[in-house]
C-alpha cells in the first residue's frame, strides 16, 4: 500500500495475524520503505500472544500406520486447561461412524483424558477425519482436533507409477513390482495400456508378480491426456488399479561464468527395473583444449622452462701469468 505522510503526521499501520495452528507468544517484522534518503527502508515489529483454551498432548490424535486386517484401534490424549478460564468439555457426535470419543474428567475444570477409538471397515490409504469439542469458554466455545491414520492399501505398485527416460536410444523394459497386503495376492484378470504403442504384461518372477511395460526406442508419452496402466484384478477389495506413465524430467541449464552446464535431476531417472537411482545421469566432460601445440613423431617437445646457457667466465682480480720467453743459444 502506497500512503503519504506529511511533515509531522503520523500514520497507523493495520496488520493482521493469522493464528490458526498457533499458540503461546509470536514475534513478526515488516519492512516500509519511503521516499527519505536517511530512512529509506524502516523495520516495524509485531508481537503478541496467541491465547487457547486448552493444551492437548500429544497435540493431535495420530493412529499410524494400521494393517488391513487389524481390530478397533484406541489412543488416549491429555488436555489441560489453556490460557481461558476453567474448562467444561464434551465431545461432539463425530462425523465418521467409524470413530468414537469419550471424555474422562481428571480434575475438575483442569484436566481431561479423551479417548478415541476407530474401527473396521477401513478405508484404503490415508484418512483425516476431525472431532469437535465445546469447551465451556466465551471467547472459543467450539474446538477441533485432528485424527488421522494410513491404512495399507490391498494393492499398490512400487514404483507407484512408470517413468520413461527422454530420447530412449534403444527399447526398454521397465517394472513395477505388485504388493498385496497380508502377503495373500489375488489374481490378475487383465492389464492394459491407453497408448497402443506401449504394450504391457503381467510376469511373474520368485512369486512376486510384475508388470512389465515395453517401451519403444525414442518414445515420446502424450501429455494429455496422459498415459495409464490399468489391472483388473478378482480381488472384491481392489477390482483395479491404474499406475499412470509419466515422462522424465528434461535436463536443467545452468549458466556460470560464461560457461553452459547441464545437470540431469535424480528424481525421476530410474533403472531398467523401474527403481529409482540414487545418483543423477553421469555425463563425460569435454576434453578442454590447450594451450600446447600438438607433438609430431620426430620433434622433441618444447619444455615450460628456458634454456640452459652456459655462464660466461668472469675475470680474476690477479693478472693471467704469461710464459717468459727464451734465448735460442748459440
Not at 519492512?31 to 523495520?43: E, F, L, M, S
Not at 473396521?120 to 465451556?136: D, E, F, I
Not at 513390482?177 to 491407453?194: F, I, K
Request: net charge positive.
Amino acid at each position: 500500500m502506497d500512503r503519504t505522510i506529511a511533515p509531522g503526521q503520523s500514520e497507523q499501520v493495520k496488520v493482521t495475524v493469522t493464528s490458526a495452528r498457533r499458540s503461546g507468544p509470536f514475534t513478526r517484522t515488516l519492512t516500509a520503505t519511503t521516499n527519505d534518503a536517511d530512512h529509506h527502508k524502516v523495520t516495524l515489529t509485531c508481537a503478541g500472544t496467541v491465547l487457547v483454551p486448552f493444551q492437548m498432548k500429544p497435540s493431535a490424535v495420530s493412529f499410524g500406520q494400521l494393517a488391513r486386517d487389524a481390530g478397533p484401534q484406541q489412543q488416549t490424549v491429555m488436555i489441560t486447561r489453556g490460557d481461558g478460564g476453567p474448562l467444561a468439555l464434551e465431545v461432539l457426535p463425530p462425523s465418521d461412524p467409524n470413530l468414537r470419543a469419550s471424555l474422562r474428567e481428571i480434575e475438575p475444570g483442569e484436566r481431561y483424558e479423551l479417548d478415541v477409538e476407530v474401527t473396521p471397515a477401513w478405508s484404503q490409504g490415508s484418512w483425516r477425519t476431525n472431532l469437535m469439542l465445546k469447551t465451556g469458554i466465551a471467547e472459543l466455545p467450539q474446538e477441533k482436533i485432528a485424527v488421522y491414520g494410513y491404512i495399507v492399501p490391498r494393492l499398490r505398485a512400487m514404483p507407484a507409477r512408470f517413468t520413461i527416460p527422454r530420447n530412449l536410444p534403444a527399447e526398454r523394459e521397465l517394472r513395477a513390482r505388485l504388493l498385496w497386503s497380508n502377503n495373500r495376492p489375488s489374481q490378475v484378470l487383465e492389464v492394459t495400456s491407453s497408448d497402443a504403442n506401449t504394450p504391457v504384461r503381467i510376469e511373474e518372477r520368485n512369486e512376486q508378480q510384475y508388470v512389465v511395460l515395453s517401451v519403444p526406442a525414442g518414445y515420446q508419452p502424450l501429455v494429455r491426456p496422459r498415459p495409464v496402466v490399468t489391472l483388473k484384478t478378482d480381488d472384491p477389495e481392489v477390482p483395479s488399479l491404474d499406475i499412470p506413465v509419466w515422462l522424465a524430467r528434461a535436463p536443467s541449464t545452468t549458466r556460470t561464468a560464461g560457461r553452459v552446464t547441464r545437470t540431469t535431476s535424480g528424481a525421476g531417472v530410474r533403472s531398467a527395473l523401474g527403481r529409482p537411482t540414487s545418483r543423477p545421469a553421469v555425463r563425460p566432460k569435454p576434453l578442454r583444449p590447450t594451450s600446447q601445440p600438438a607433438v609430431q613423431p620426430g620433434i622433441r617437445r618444447p619444455t615450460s622452462r628456458p634454456a640452459i646457457r652456459p655462464k660466461a667466465l668472469r675475470p680474476t682480480s690477479r693478472p693471467v701469468a704469461r710464459p717468459t720467453p727464451t734465448k735460442p743459444e748459440d
